[in-house]
């Protein structure tokens, strides 16, 4: 066969691919040169309108991809039916900005599927590639230097939303306050904090929002900004409630 990369969907059957908007601008098709990523990829589409992903990696000292759980059966989404398909590598370049270190490529125009591998149990395949991948559950997170009060996905939250916020259309906002319902729905413990966050991003433009958010998670201590959030908060006259739960 030729040089070929790989897409992972849960739709099968597919006789070619669709270029769809990302989060990226434009419509790509978008495809990877590692197997397993694509069969990971494919649950992102299982998982579509979800704000919450698990964190996936790469460990390069140990030379394997991770895949840790952020709520509690997240790895329940992935006991589905997925395909990986295979695409002629030639139209495909790796995402420059956007890129993924290197594992991510992308082309313009339908792709042509040249071969389809059917996975029955997306999860139960990914736990037979120890190989290749390490699957982490929930309960064990924290060993991986995630936050033992998960406050850093309300910054992977904000990520996402101003994506879907570019332009304020009311149809997009629609559907991000339904996916701050859904995390909080998750988290009922950030609700305060991340209604706070959303208040000032309503207020503030795309380009100050991006700041914003940059800024929001501090990655060394693992916390949430909050003298920032106070900061806007007085400049931008918001006088709502302004208590913060001590574990944030």
């Known amino acids: ?3 070929v990369v790989y897409h992972g969907s849960n739709v099968q059957d597919l006789k070619e691919l669709i270029p769809k908007q990302s989060t990226q601008l434009g419509k790509y098709v978008y495809a990877t040169n590692y197997y397993i990523v694509a069969a990971v990829f494919a649950a992102r589409s299982i998982n579509r309108g979800k704000h919450i992903m698990p964190k996936f990696g790469y460990i390069r000292e140990k030379d394997i991809f991770q895949l840790i759980e952020r709520f509690p059966n997240q790895f329940d989404d992935y006991k589905k039916p997925v395909s990986v398909y295979y695409l002629d590598s030639k139209p495909f370049k790796p995402l420059e900005e956007f890129g993924w270190e290197g594992k991510e490529v992308r082309a313009k125009g339908k792709q042509k599927v040249l071969k ?10 990914l736990k ?6 390490e ?4 309960k064990d997170r924290f060993k991986y230097g995630i936050p033992e009060n998960d406050v850093d996905l309300i910054k992977q939250l904000f990520d996402v939303s ?7 259309e009311k149809e997009n906002i ?3 306050e339904k996916s701050i319902e859904q995390y909080k729905n998750i988290f009922p413990n950030h609700s305060l904090l991340v ?3 959303y208040k000032i991003i309503s207020k503030l433009n795309d380009e100050e929002s991006k700041e914003f958010v940059s800024n929001l998670y501090d990655y060394k201590n693992k916390k949430i900004n909050t003298k920032l959030i106070e900061q806007l908060e007085k400049e931008l006259l918001i006088t709502d409630e302004k208590t913060i739960l001590k574990l944030l």
């Open 116 to 125: 389809e591998d059917k996975i029955d149990n997306l999860y139960e395949y």
């Open 195 to 197: 209604d706070r966050i």
């Open 162 to 168: 101003l994506m879907k916020l570019k332009g304020r």
């Open 135 to 138: 699957l982490v559950d929930f």
């Open 174 to 176: 629609l559907k991000v």
């Open 128 to 133: 037979s590639q120890k190989e290749y991948i």
């Open 1 to 3: 066969m030729e040089s």
